[in-house]
């Protein structure tokens, strides 16, 4: 179907401009349940890459934007109602933010493991990078951040470097945790500073894997 067309053929306004979107992979596992509206469907038809729209941070996002776990679409069906899709996808990496190949990893009823799961879609990094730009943007009073940003480049540098330093000279595993964490927020505080964002410093990582 014709892209236009299939942008046509959603039935938005009956779906309040949302509609849900089943992802599978070739094999025709499911990996996740997502949202689009009008312009993440365009997207991802101009792409070839999925895109969605989140709900809880109201905006459209590429799948795998910060952490380079992309899903490549092959296919794009709609329902009898028009009003959900199916897409076939080619996934670079797992589709759940937990580290599982699939978000539906669980059954009901069964005993979860007590193992600490891990966040491999970097969420809380991309969440911090949006706190520091809302701080560089609106500069709250009483704000560490907006201190950094009325102190300029000169501040900046100075912090990350000496963070960066803390990091080398750390002995136990505890305290060198506790100072990469240090870092990688100066080190964002850093590239807003250059209106650099992560979606471009994954861009030049992923260009370098190929």
């Not at 070839?48 to 069906?77: C, D, L």
């Not at 329902?79 to 580290?99: F, N, W």
């Not at 410093?201 to 190929?210: D, T, V």
């Amino acid at each position: 179907m014709h892209a236009e067309s299939l942008l046509n053929t959603v039935e938005w306004e009956k779906s309040r401009g949302l509609v849900p979107v089943i992802v599978q992979d070739m094999k025709g596992e499911v990996l996740t349940l997502a949202y689009m509206n009008r312009e993440a469907l365009k997207l991802t038809l101009e792409t070839g890459y999925a895109h969605y729209y989140s709900r809880s941070k109201g905006r459209i996002r590429m799948k795998g934007e910060v952490s380079g776990n992309v899903q490549r679409v092959k296919e794009i069906r709609i329902d009898c109602d028009s009003d959900a899709l199916l897409l076939r996808v080619i996934p670079r990496g797992p589709a759940c933010h937990t580290g599982n190949y699939s978000c539906f990893y669980r059954k009901l009823g069964e005993v979860e493991s007590e193992g600490e799961g891990i966040d491999y879609s970097l969420a809380v990094f991309r969440e911090l990078e949006e706190l520091v730009k809302s701080r560089k943007r609106e500069l709250p009073e009483g704000s560490y951040t907006t201190q950094l940003f009325l102190e300029g480049k000169e501040k900046i540098y100075k912090k990350f470097g000496e963070e960066a330093v803390e990091v080398l000279v750390a002995e136990k595993r505890e305290r060198i945790i506790s100072e990469v964490a240090d870092m990688l927020y100066h080190l964002l505080v850093l590239l807003s500073y250059h209106d650099i964002s992560l979606g471009e410093i994954m861009a030049e990582l992923r260009r370098r894997r190929k």
